[in-house]
């Protein structure tokens, strides 16, 4: 059987995720210092856990409603009533990148262009290649900040939707006021859809991360997480919240995908929303402190205002920051290249979801090949 006349043309646009090629060569170093994956250091509170064990064993186990558990979706619409003042659909996804595929699945047709900024994070440009879209991103370097006139300028009468992350990753860049109203104004303007991934919301060091869901309840689709948040990634819990006409499209195609988010994850996740995990915040903006402290004098870097990352620009005596990342491997020491995440492989990306002591060690290994 020929698999190039089988498979199908959006499998070939899609590759395997270049992070987890670097995290599948950290497992194969012994005693590596791992700064390469988004993925906290901290673990599930006790009494979620408690709350997921609780829920298995009295048999909350079966599939629950498509568009997720009465209780929750109504906790979530209360709260997000008190931060923005309106009533949202909501959906309970499989993680945010569940809500990124039921989005993308509900909106693009073919040749359908969705707009965002370079760089991204890795899942972009697949997830709009895999439901056959055309991803188009534009450069926001060297700042990373939302330049409304070249985010404009890359609207044609193709264009479906425009995609911000903030706090972002790979950059941890938190979007300005200014921007978001930018952001907004250029999807009333051309009628798009404004996606806001919002994972990183309740990791943010120098203020909150302002949302523009009240700015534009009849564009913006906003999704967030509870993995980073909680410790609890790999449970896969997520929501989706926006006007009901997009939402009401999503859950009919989560029926045919996903199904449900997981059923025990959400019955804990009740128990997550009362639990008070804002010393999380506290230690990582802590730990951004340190490895910024760490890095400065070796590196011209934008400062992060949230999430796990640090995006500095590849010492410049290295041809590209893929050379850079292999010759810190060969010293134990584990980063992403920026051609990951971009058009560019000029900058790599530092995750400081690590101990304070593996930051250090990191942080000393790639200062001296800076040097």
């Not at 039921?102 to 370079?118: C, W």
């Amino acid at each position: 059987m020929d698999s190039r006349q089988i498979l199908a043309e959006r499998s070939k646009k899609v590759e395997f995720s270049g992070i987890r090629k670097f995290f599948e060569m950290a497992s194969r170093i012994t005693d590596p210092c791992d700064l390469s994956i988004g993925l906290p250091d901290y673990d599930a509170p006790d009494n979620v856990k408690d709350a997921a064990i609780a829920a298995i064993r009295e048999g909350k186990n079966r599939y629950l409603p498509s568009a997720g558990l009465p209780e929750l979706r109504k906790r979530i619409i209360e709260s997000l009533k008190a931060e923005a003042g309106l009533e949202r659909s909501v959906l309970i996804t499989s993680g945010v990148s569940g809500g990124l595929t039921l989005t993308l699945l509900a909106i693009t047709n073919p040749g359908d262009e969705i707009v965002f900024l370079d760089p991204y994070f890795v899942s972009y440009v697949h997830l709009v290649n895999m439901v056959g879209g055309t991803p188009v991103p534009v450069s926001s370097y060297p700042d990373f900040a939302f330049n409304a006139a070249e985010v404009e300028a890359a609207i044609t009468p193709k264009t479906k939707a425009l995609m911000i992350n903030t706090p972002g990753n790979p950059t941890g860049r938190v979007m300005k006021p200014a921007e978001l109203e930018a952001a907004v104004a250029i999807a009333k303007k051309h009628d798009l859809v404004l996606i806001c991934d919002e994972i990183y919301d309740k990791l943010c060091y120098d203020g909150p991360s302002v949302s523009p869901i009240a700015l534009a309840p009849d564009n913006a689709l906003i999704l967030r997480g509870f993995g980073k948040t909680y410790g609890m990634t790999g449970w896969r819990m997520g929501y989706a919240a926006g006007p009901a006409w997009l939402i009401e499209e999503m859950t009919k195609l989560h029926q045919y995908t996903y199904v449900c988010a997981p059923s025990m994850a959400q019955f804990a996740t009740l128990t997550a929303l009362e639990t008070d995990v804002s010393g999380h915040c506290r230690d990582y903006s802590a730990k951004r402190d340190l490895v910024c402290d760490l890095l400065k004098g070796s590196f011209d870097f934008v400062r992060p205002g949230g999430g796990f990352y640090v995006f500095p620009p590849a010492p410049k005596s290295f041809p590209n920051a893929t050379a850079f990342a292999e010759a810190a491997m060969k010293e134990s020491v584990i980063v992403i290249p920026g051609g990951i995440f971009s058009q560019r492989d000029t900058h790599f990306r530092i995750s400081y979801a690590a101990s304070d002591a593996m930051l250090r060690r990191g942080c000393e290994v790639l200062c001296r090949l800076a040097r």
